[in-house]
């Protein structure tokens, strides 16, 4: 967010057009200096991670190597994460750019997603509501609570 905002004070007096162009650059090698090695950084945190715990197996680690390994552990997780959005990321532009074509691979990832959405049940106050009508009710109540 800082390089955006820093990039796009500089273009004051441009068109939005011209503002996007030109940000394209700058935002493309921040991109690449921070993602480029997604599978080489979580390689290198798991190849750290066992380490620490061949290390554990053979002696007891002191409360520092905990610590490091925890540390290595929630960065392993974050960059797993990562990879995780920019595939979810790219297989939506892959299905944008493409379009739908109208074809069973379109179909089958439009019902999935109405299936994972779709509401079956509420958990309201520690009874469990599954009928339409009243899963309906609860919702528009809540909604009219929330704006009002």
């Known amino acids: 967010m800082e390089l955006f905002k820093k990039e796009w004070l500089q273009l004051s007096g441009l068109s939005i057009e011209k503002k996007l162009k030109a940000l394209k650059g700058p935002l493309k090698k921040w991109n690449k200096e921070g993602f ?28 520092s190597d905990w610590l490091r390994r925890d540390a290595l552990q929630i960065q392993l997780e974050l960059w797993l994460n990562r990879k995780e959005r920019f595939w979810k990321q790219v297989s939506r532009c892959k299905l944008l750019k493409e379009g739908d074509r109208n074809t069973k691979y379109f179909h089958v990832l439009a019902s999935a997603r109405r299936q994972r959405k779709f509401i079956t049940k509420l958990l309201v106050e520690g009874n469990e509501v599954s009928e339409a009508p009243a899963i309906k009710k609860i919702i528009i109540a809540h909604f009219k609570q929330l704006y009002s």
């Open 36 to 63: 480029e090695h997604i599978d080489l950084r979580i390689k290198s945190y798991q190849e750290e991670i066992s380490k620490l715990d061949l290390k554990a197996q053979t002696q007891a680690l002191q409360e």
